[in-house]
């Protein structure tokens, strides 16, 4: 309980308990051909809504209902469409500042959330903690294993929804999320499992796009040539101090955030274009959808996103792609 604590970095105070449930039924081994996980019923905890002054204030557009269990299905095939690992190692900086961000000890039990090919849980696994690594596309988790072996590194590989995470109460010191969490359609649920699955006192640190952000701009971008799924919350508003306030702010004794950037750098916007058109699930799937004329235009929405945002200065294109770099203290 955090009944009346400041919560500092977002000026909102815990007023609630998390509410504890019984553990989850083992999805299964990670090379299965990859599903969702067999979901149990449960009641997410109740959110406090924290009224945040200055902040940014988050856009709901929550209406009408969503089916979110058939939109994550569709979401799982999306991640598993192109091949994520191709992005995935260019990012691996964010998993290594993350880890220092929760100040992680050496033997520390840490789980990586929606871990795609393994940022995070190689970052911590460098540190010697005692990583989890899990995503709900298999063949992720299976390159995250190639990676972990070629820098003789010991993890853990298990499929997972990020949603009903198969582990008890209290079984971690650290959960991490670095761009992962943020993309499951159940954004109370997901902060609920990630406040589940770490022992009071223990360090949720989450890396997120923000929704002013290239990333932010992109997926505006994308949604022009497939539209997502109509009343569904943008994955962005993980990347909002006012969003973060209301997931957590109710659970936490403390909670930090930093904007930082992330810098894209490709030798040209076309080069860019061509690694995500090939292998980024939701703009590969994007691009599969439309027809020629169709094609030519994201193309070229793209091209002009990228141009706009690029500031290099020798020829080559660096996109700096702010996310909200954000650390939990669970109550
Ligand atoms: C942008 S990638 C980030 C992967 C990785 N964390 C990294 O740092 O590169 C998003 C990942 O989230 C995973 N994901 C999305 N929704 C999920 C869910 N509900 N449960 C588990 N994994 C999920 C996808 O499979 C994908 O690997």
Not at 292 to 312: I, P, Y
Request: aromatic share 8%.
């Amino acid at each position: 309980m955090c009944r009346g604590r400041a919560v500092m970095g977002v000026g909102a105070v815990a007023t609630e308990d998390v509410h504890q449930r019984t553990p989850m039924t083992q999805p299964g081994s990670h090379d299965h051909v990859p599903r969702i996980p067999q979901e149990v019923t449960m009641t997410a905890p109740s959110i406090t809504t924290s009224p945040t002054g200055d902040r940014r204030s988050v856009d709901h557009s929550t209406t009408p209902t969503p089916d979110l269990r058939a939109i994550k299905a569709r979401q799982q095939a999306t991640w598993a469409s192109g091949d994520y690992g191709h992005i995935g190692v260019r990012l691996q900086l964010v998993g290594e500042l993350l880890c220092e961000a929760v100040d992680l000890d050496a033997g520390e039990r840490v789980l990586d959330v929606a871990a795609g090919n393994g940022n995070a849980s190689l970052a911590a696994a460098r540190r010697d903690a005692s990583v989890t690594s899990t995503d709900y596309v298999s063949a992720l988790l299976e390159q995250g294993r190639w990676r972990a072996d070629a820098d003789r590194l010991p993890i853990t590989f298990q499929v997972a929804d990020a949603e009903a995470l198969p582990f008890d109460d209290g079984s971690f010191d650290v959960a991490l999320s670095v761009f992962g969490s943020m993309f499951a359609p159940d954004q109370d649920r997901t902060a609920a499992e990630l406040l589940r699955v770490v022992r009071p006192g223990g360090r949720i640190g989450l890396a997120s796009w923000t929704p002013e952000g290239f990333l932010g701009d992109l997926f505006r971008v994308i949604a022009r040539f497939a539209p997502p799924p109509a009343g569904l919350r943008s994955p962005m508003l993980w990347g909002s101090e006012a969003r973060i306030d209301e997931l957590f702010a109710g659970h936490a004794t403390d909670i930090r955030t930093s904007r930082r950037h992330f810098t894209f750098r490709f030798v040209s916007a076309e080069a860019f274009i061509e690694l995500f058109r090939r292998w980024y699930g939701p703009i590969h799937r994007a691009f599969a959808a439309q027809d020629e004329a169709g094609a030519q235009a994201f193309h070229d929405a793209m091209a002009s996103l990228l141009r706009s945002a690029d500031r290099g200065t020798r020829g080559a294109l660096a996109v700096p792609a702010e996310y909200l770099e954000v650390v939990v203290t669970r109550a």
